[in-house]
């Protein structure tokens, strides 16, 4: 198996090279895959910090894509195309959040988060980079309406963590079930078992999971 070159000094021009060589090396379902889908695209949001991606997630949560944005298009109108500042969120009236689209359980959601923010429970930027995942998982789902996998998804697309298995995303048991031509998709505990042969790079294998062709 090839050996992973930790060295922090050396860049890569790539930044998923790495990770694509790895687990190309794993077998040949994984290599073909990876063939087939091309190099690693996954976008990192750097400019956003725990607050505002945990608040943009619940915005999303169990909605399409565009009724999302819109709920959040209009939210932003309040502050004059800003983010509101957990400051500016926790004082904005009920009213004023349901108008946009919000349901009362997203409303009190993110306005916890918001106070959260406040408090220090939801760390700034600075402080989610020097905390580790599980750190931050443990710390972030005593929040109201937060769950495991929307830390997952905020150390995935905003921290950059690239060893994280969303164990419990259907689109990664259902990529891996079509990947191995399986009859039904794994637990999340054989998932999670699976995974540890994707160390250190479990993020991208779920992106790359997340793309297997139907």
């Not at 408090?119 to 789902?141: C, F, H, K, Q, Y």
Request: proline fraction near 5%.
């Amino acid at each position: 198996m090839k050996t992973i070159d930790h060295n922090m000094d050396h860049a890569i021009a790539d930044p998923y090279q790495a990770a694509t060589d790895f687990l190309s090396l794993i077998d040949s379902d994984w290599a073909c895959l990876i063939e087939d889908v091309g190099p690693c695209l996954l976008q990192v949001k750097l400019e956003q910090g725990p607050y505002e991606s945990l608040v943009r997630a619940v915005a999303y949560q169990q909605l399409h894509g565009r009724a999302a944005a819109a709920i959040t298009a209009r939210m932003l109108t309040l502050y004059s195309g800003q983010f509101p500042s957990p400051e500016q969120l926790v004082a904005t009236e009920f009213d004023q959040l349901r108008a946009c689209g919000f349901s009362a359980r997203k409303i009190a959601t993110i306005q916890g988060i918001a106070r959260a923010a406040l408090s220090g429970v939801v760390p700034g930027r600075d402080e989610a980079d020097t905390m580790t995942n599980d750190e931050l998982i443990e710390r972030l789902v005593t929040l109201k309406g937060i769950g495991r996998w929307t830390v997952e998804m905020l150390l995935i697309f905003t921290l950059s963590r690239l060893d994280v298995l969303p164990a419990d995303d259907f689109g990664v048991k259902d990529g891996y079930k079509r990947l191995k031509s399986m009859d039904a998709p794994p637990t999340s505990k054989q998932i999670t078992t699976l995974g540890e042969a994707w160390s250190p790079y479990r993020s991208i294998a779920a992106w790359y999971l997340w793309r297997m062709p139907r």
